[in-house]
């Protein structure tokens, strides 16, 4: 048997103009860490709701490979979290996550993504976004997607602004120890999708819903 029959997920893959994103692979953790020891934002600030930024790059590596292998690990038909490696020019340069929790009935998706650096602000968040959009709504029937990100976060929120999600509330996040911060949550509906001027390519659809009990 060989390891896609055995862990479907491992031949998904979406394909974008400029990028590759597939789930997380163990030879992708070099590259992976690489990404996020060279800084994912300003330190000043914490963007996440767990402060994996500010560890050692020791210790960011090991976490970073424990949270993809766990969530990779957990998933099932009733919750799922699919974590992709985002590569450009065969580099990763990021993360990019879709998950759910009992899909079949709910059919709402939440999202979450970091890029390197370097490579912010030239449209690749937004379209890493639109892969994803795309792959829950037109091959997996999801129906919402929801999203969140810190109130000063302009560039999250700007992907999710340019993709068409509107705000659906604020909730308090104890971002780094003891530090509040209001995050806006945003949200979806497939109809109200403003679509990317290209066409997602995709490969291993069907055995990934299979997987995912669809
Ligand atoms: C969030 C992140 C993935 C966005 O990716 P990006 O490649 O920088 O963003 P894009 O270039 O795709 O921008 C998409 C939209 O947001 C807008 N935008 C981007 N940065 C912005 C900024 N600083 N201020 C205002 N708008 C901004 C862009 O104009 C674009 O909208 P448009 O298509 O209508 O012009 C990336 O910035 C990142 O990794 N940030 C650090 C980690 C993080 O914050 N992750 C999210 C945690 S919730």
Request: avoid cysteine.
């Amino acid at each position: 048997m060989d390891l896609t029959t055995i862990w479907p997920l491992f031949g998904l893959e979406l394909r974008t103009p400029r990028l590759v994103l597939r789930p997380t692979r163990d030879d992708d953790f070099p590259g992976l860490v690489d990404a996020a020891v060279a800084g994912v934002h300003d330190p000043a600030v914490m963007p996440f709701s767990a402060p994996w930024t500010d560890q050692d790059p020791q210790t960011l590596a090991r976490e970073l490979a424990r949270w993809h292998w766990s969530h990779r690990a957990g998933t099932r038909p009733e919750d799922w979290t699919i974590i992709f490696t985002v590569l450009r020019d065969g580099v990763p340069i990021g993360a990019q996550d879709v998950s759910a929790k009992n899909f079949p009935v709910i059919r709402e998706v939440s999202s979450g993504s970091w890029l390197t650096r370097s490579v912010h602000g030239r449209g690749l968040g937004k379209e890493m976004r639109a892969a994803v959009l795309s792959f829950a709504f037109d091959h997996l029937g999801a129906t919402q997607a929801v999203s969140a990100a810190a109130e000063w976060n302009a560039s999250s929120l700007g992907v999710s602004r340019a993709l068409g999600y509107v705000d659906d509330g604020i909730q308090p996040v104890e971002a780094r120890a003891g530090e509040v911060t209001m995050h806006q949550r945003v949200r979806l509906t497939a109809d109200a999708f403003v679509r990317p001027p290209w066409r997602l390519d995709t490969s291993g659809v069907a055995a990934a819903r299979s997987f995912l009990g669809l």
